[in-house]
């Protein structure tokens, strides 16, 4: 089983909807979660990071299920900038703390 | 935010032959990390460069394919050796500082292997 999976997509969308992401985890002892932000060709971008209380950004909603070691990311009203890969992103709570990184769910919105 | 640099940024290289990407950081950073991007694919962890000691290289990576150097604590090397067309990839340097969560990454270099 992977670490991280999250379901690779592609979400096709339209410009003003709500879509929303899971990812689940296999380590129960990761402490740390994110959603970091990959546009094409270009390095990842910290998005947010997943609180157990789960947060907000603007558009942008973070949610932590620890009993069921899930992640989700909701965006509502969607804009055409949001088209990008979103990867669920986990720390491993051993040696350094090193990130462990899914494959990305890509998001296409379409005026 | 730690602002990264990376060089080259893109490279075209026979098999065969080494490259070597140099990781720049505008500070001191505790950690940084190389991670490999292949087309497709997710990011994969390949080491932690460590200041002033060796490598700490992950499953599957060995330091003979990828030697790495940290001479201070804004600077980093990864050398893909012997390379293979299988070596074509995204190479990416990643930093985070002790206490902080936020990981933050360079801009890649990006490896096409004939």
């Known amino acids: 089983r992977k670490e991280v999976e999250q379901d690779p997509g592609p979400f096709n969308v339209p410009e003003g909807a709500t879509v929303a992401f899971n990812c689940t985890y296999s380590?129960?002892?990761?402490?740390?979660f994110f959603w970091y932000r990959q546009d094409c060709r270009k390095e990842p971008k910290l998005l947010m990071s997943v609180y157990s209380s789960g947060n907000e950004d603007g558009r942008f909603t973070a949610q932590l299920n620890r009993a069921s070691q899930y992640i989700s990311l909701l965006i509502r009203d969607s804009k055409l900038s949001d088209s990008a890969t979103y990867l669920c992103?986990?720390?491993?709570?051993?040696?350094?703390?090193?990130?462990?990184f899914g494959t990305g769910t890509r998001l296409l919105v379409s005026p | 935010s730690a602002v990264i640099s990376q060089k080259p940024s893109r490279d075209i290289c026979q098999r065969g032959t080494s490259l070597t990407i140099q990781c720049q950081v505008d500070?001191?950073?505790?950690?940084m990390f190389w991670y490999r991007q292949q087309p497709g694919q997710s990011l994969t962890l390949i080491a932690t460069a460590n200041q002033g000691s060796e490598a700490t290289y992950e499953s599957g990576f060995v330091i003979d394919k990828f030697p790495i150097s940290r001479p201070n604590l804004t600077f980093s090397t990864l050398t893909v050796s012997n390379m293979s067309p299988e070596d074509s990839s995204i190479y990416l340097c990643?930093?985070?500082?002790?206490?902080?969560?936020?990981?933050?990454f360079g801009p890649g270099t990006r490896l096409l292997v004939l």
């Open positions: 380590n129960s002892a990761s402490q740390s």
């Open positions: 992103v986990v720390n491993s709570p051993t040696g350094f703390q090193k990130l462990v």
């Open positions: 990643s930093v985070r500082d002790s206490g902080q969560e936020t990981q933050y």
């Open positions: 500070s001191q950073v505790t950690m």
